[in-house]
């Protein structure tokens, strides 16, 4: 009776750790295989433990090639759409000008829209023009839909900035472009950091769109995307647990140089 | 998606005309590479979609715009069952998304008290491995034989299933059960994000209020938790839902031939067959149905300012 009372009590943190646990569970699967040691060309079933895997993580042919590919793509995608996304998140809060509505569903609708129409209209216009698939039709792809998560990251942080500190500066003789470096870049650098990121993780990470205007070009989820046709190699799993250790790792020192830098203010 | 405000009046302007010109022109020199960009690589690109829609010809040949409309009646009487499968599955998947992301939300909102950074990580920290390799492990999960198999079926959850349709004798694997939860785990922090920011924002005296006017726990839900976070469920879902709708891979991964969704369908007619006046048609019938369906869900729920 007093378990079935404390079970009621609890039934919202005991289903939202059901929850929490659905969506860990495959991580640590990907974790646990990249020790096994699969009899045929699938890494599915359990077999026995081996760190083969770990031992060389590229010894699968392209493998690497096409995670410093992915990786040089997510890097300039970053750069491309970080730079545009925050330039129109600055006009977006701080003027007012025409064809306002216009532009904010413009830059909502990539985010509203199924990747799969996205990615297939996109290759439509490049057949048209006949551009070569490849390097640059992805990277332009991946600036494409970026841009709009980062102008909407960019924007929340512009939109909570105090004017009146802008306004200090420039009573105390703050040139407009000083004002800007020292003052409102400092502030907004959270959102832009924030949207960088996002569109780092997206891009990164994206296999639809990539899929469609990549031509033969193969970015890191476009190899696992064939590997689940030929066979997945164990190193795809230890790429997948190496990465998200290297991101776990760099969330958790972000977060203790956070909490530092807060007790050093106090 | 924020609720967007009118900007703040712009700062005393300079009294010189010129600087004053310059800086009406300021806003524009802003948004010029940014959204031509999204002009060219977006916008246009549906236009070319349209017309190469109602194009006829060959690859060998070209094609010419002949406003050939038979190809969207030929593409919906094929392949409307691929449309239905793919809004049954969205659906099921965003209403999963919800039972299951709901009181994740609230236990990290209003229960996880010093847990609540660490649990917020947990929800974002799969996305740091490729969800390609995520979805790939649920092979792994949903084995034949597996022990998940083999505690559904010992719950004769999988006889339930299986008089559903949803699955198929002892296998969950390859069939639509599979697809639906790889669906759900694809997109439940979409879900739970949102869920949680419009829940974190709810003041807590709320609850106390309701309950010193002899609310019950359960009726305190009801009335004031829901509502108030309606906006999140209205992002969530939408975030879920779309994405859910379009997508091809985990029908591809965890599928059959038998639950093939639209977005395979435009894949295939792309990328293989190269029929590219029914892959634009479908495309465009599927971006039509998203934005109807869209626009009136957020009417119904009268959350029109969120976008």
């Given at each position: 009776?007093?378990?079935?009372?404390?079970?009621?009590?609890?039934?919202?943190?005991?289903?939202?750790?059901?929850?929490?646990?659905?969506?860990?569970?495959?991580?640590?699967?990907?974790?646990?295989?990249?020790?096994?040691?699969?009899?045929?060309?699938?890494?599915?079933?359990?077999?026995?433990?081996?760190?083969?895997?770990?031992?060389?993580?590229?010894?699968?042919?392209?493998?690497?090639?096409?995670?410093?590919?992915?990786?040089?793509?997510?890097?300039?995608?970053?750069?491309?759409?970080?730079?545009?996304?925050?330039?129109?998140?600055?006009?977006?809060?701080?003027?007012?000008?025409?064809?306002?509505?216009?532009?904010?569903?413009?830059?909502?609708?990539?985010?509203?829209?199924?990747?799969?129409?996205?990615?297939?209209?996109?290759?439509?216009?490049?057949?048209?023009?006949?551009?070569?698939?490849?390097?640059?039709?992805?990277?332009?792809?991946?600036?494409?839909?970026?841009?709009?998560?980062?102008?909407?990251a960019?924007?929340?942080?512009?939109?909570?900035?105090?004017?009146?500190?802008?306004?200090?500066?420039?009573?105390?003789?703050?040139?407009?472009?000083?004002?800007?470096?020292?003052?409102?870049?400092?502030?907004?650098a959270p959102g832009i950091a924030a949207g960088g990121l996002l569109?780092f993780a997206?891009?990164?990470?994206?296999?639809?769109?990539?899929?469609?205007?990549?031509?033969?070009?193969?970015?890191?989820?476009?190899?696992?995307?064939?590997?689940?046709?030929?066979?997945?190699?164990?190193?795809?799993?230890?790429?997948?647990?190496?990465m998200f250790a290297v991101a776990v790792i760099c969330v958790l020192a972000g977060m203790l140089i956070g909490n530092r830098r807060k007790k050093q203010a106090? | 998606?924020?609720?967007?405000?009118?900007?703040?009046?712009?700062?005393?302007?300079?009294?010189?005309?010129?600087?004053?010109?310059?800086?009406?022109?300021?806003?524009?020199?802003?948004?010029?590479?940014?959204?031509?960009?999204?002009?060219?690589?977006?916008?246009?690109?549906?236009?070319?979609?349209?017309?190469?829609?109602?194009?006829?010809?060959?690859?060998?040949?070209?094609?010419?715009?002949?406003?050939?409309?038979?190809?969207?009646?030929?593409?919906?009487?094929?392949?409307?069952?691929?449309?239905?499968?793919?809004?049954?599955?969205?659906?099921?998947?965003?209403?999963?998304?919800?039972?299951?992301?709901?009181?994740?939300?609230?236990?990290?909102?209003?229960?996880?008290?010093?847990?609540?950074g660490l649990?917020l990580i947990l929800?974002i920290a799969?996305f740091f491995?490729?969800?390609?390799?995520?979805?790939?492990?649920?092979?792994?999960?949903?084995?034949?034989?597996?022990?998940?198999?083999?505690?559904?079926?010992?719950?004769?959850?999988?006889?339930?299933?299986?008089?559903?349709?949803?699955?198929?004798?002892?296998?969950?694997?390859?069939?639509?059960?599979?697809?639906?939860?790889?669906?759900?785990?694809?997109?439940?922090?979409?879900?739970?994000?949102?869920?949680?920011?419009?829940?974190?924002?709810?003041?807590?005296?709320?609850?106390?209020?309701?309950?010193?006017?002899?609310?019950?726990?359960?009726?305190?839900?009801?009335?004031?938790?829901?509502?108030?976070?309606?906006?999140?469920?209205?992002?969530?879902?939408?975030?879920?839902?779309?994405?859910?709708?379009?997508?091809?891979?985990?029908?591809?991964?965890?599928?059959?031939?038998?639950?093939?969704?639209?977005?395979?369908?435009?894949?295939?007619?792309?990328?293989?067959?190269?029929?590219?006046?029914?892959?634009?048609?479908?495309?465009?019938?599927?971006?039509?149905?998203?934005?109807?369906?869209?626009?009136?869900?957020?009417?119904?729920?009268?959350?029109?300012?969120?976008?």
């Amino acid at each position: 009776m007093a378990l079935l009372v404390w079970i009621r009590r609890h039934l919202v943190v005991l289903a939202g750790l059901l929850a929490l646990g659905f969506l860990i569970l495959p991580n640590l699967v990907v974790l646990v295989f990249s020790f096994n040691k699969p009899k045929g060309r699938f890494n599915y079933a359990w077999q026995e433990f081996s760190t083969h895997a770990w031992q060389d993580p590229c010894g699968v042919a392209d493998l690497c090639g096409s995670l410093a590919l992915s990786l040089q793509i997510a890097l300039w995608a970053t750069v491309g759409a970080t730079a545009l996304g925050t330039m129109i998140a600055f006009a977006l809060v701080r003027y007012r000008f025409r064809a306002r509505g216009a532009i904010n569903s413009l830059i909502f609708l990539p985010m509203a829209m199924p990747e799969v129409v996205m990615a297939a209209s996109l290759l439509t216009l490049f057949l048209n023009m006949g551009a070569q698939l490849g390097f640059w039709t992805i990277l332009i792809a991946h600036i494409m839909f970026c841009l709009s998560f980062v102008v909407t990251a960019v924007k929340a942080r512009v939109m909570s900035m105090d004017p009146r500190l802008e306004e200090a500066a420039r009573d105390l003789y703050a040139g407009p472009v000083q004002t800007f470096v020292r003052v409102t870049l400092p502030i907004a650098a959270p959102g832009i950091a924030a949207g960088g990121l996002l569109a780092f993780a997206l891009s990164f990470d994206d296999f639809i769109i990539t899929n469609f205007n990549a031509g033969s070009t193969v970015t890191f989820p476009m190899f696992v995307w064939g590997s689940a046709q030929r066979g997945t190699p164990v190193q795809i799993n230890v790429i997948g647990t190496a990465m998200f250790a290297v991101a776990v790792i760099c969330v958790l020192a972000g977060m203790l140089i956070g909490n530092r830098r807060k007790k050093q203010a106090a | 998606m924020t609720t967007l405000t009118e900007a703040p009046p712009a700062a005393p302007e300079p009294t010189a005309t010129k600087a004053r010109s310059r800086r009406k022109l300021t806003p524009y020199w802003l948004l010029l590479p940014g959204i031509l960009w999204l002009l060219v690589f977006f916008a246009l690109p549906m236009v070319y979609q349209a017309s190469t829609s109602v194009q006829t010809g060959s690859l060998e040949a070209g094609y010419k715009v002949t406003w050939h409309f038979a190809t969207y009646w030929n593409a919906i009487a094929e392949y409307w069952p691929q449309f239905l499968t793919s809004i049954l599955y969205a659906g099921l998947a965003t209403l999963f998304c919800l039972l299951l992301g709901y009181p994740l939300a609230y236990l990290i909102a209003f229960r996880a008290g010093r847990w609540r950074g660490l649990v917020l990580i947990l929800v974002i920290a799969p996305f740091f491995t490729s969800f390609l390799i995520r979805t790939l492990a649920w092979k792994t999960i949903l084995a034949d034989g597996g022990p998940v198999v083999g505690v559904l079926n010992s719950l004769h959850i999988l006889d339930v299933t299986s008089w559903l349709g949803m699955t198929e004798g002892d296998r969950v694997l390859a069939t639509p059960l599979a697809v639906v939860c790889g669906l759900t785990y694809n997109f439940l922090p979409f879900m739970v994000l949102p869920l949680y920011t419009s829940l974190e924002r709810i003041d807590p005296r709320l609850h106390e209020a309701a309950g010193d006017l002899y609310a019950k726990p359960a009726t305190t839900f009801r009335r004031v938790t829901f509502p108030l976070s309606m906006p999140g469920v209205v992002s969530g879902t939408l975030l879920t839902f779309i994405p859910a709708s379009g997508d091809y891979v985990n029908a591809q991964l965890l599928g059959s031939t038998s639950e093939k969704m639209i977005g395979n369908v435009i894949q295939s007619q792309f990328l293989t067959v190269l029929d590219y006046p029914t892959a634009a048609a479908l495309s465009f019938i599927l971006m039509a149905a998203i934005l109807l369906m869209v626009t009136f869900y957020i009417r119904k729920s009268g959350t029109e300012d969120l976008v």
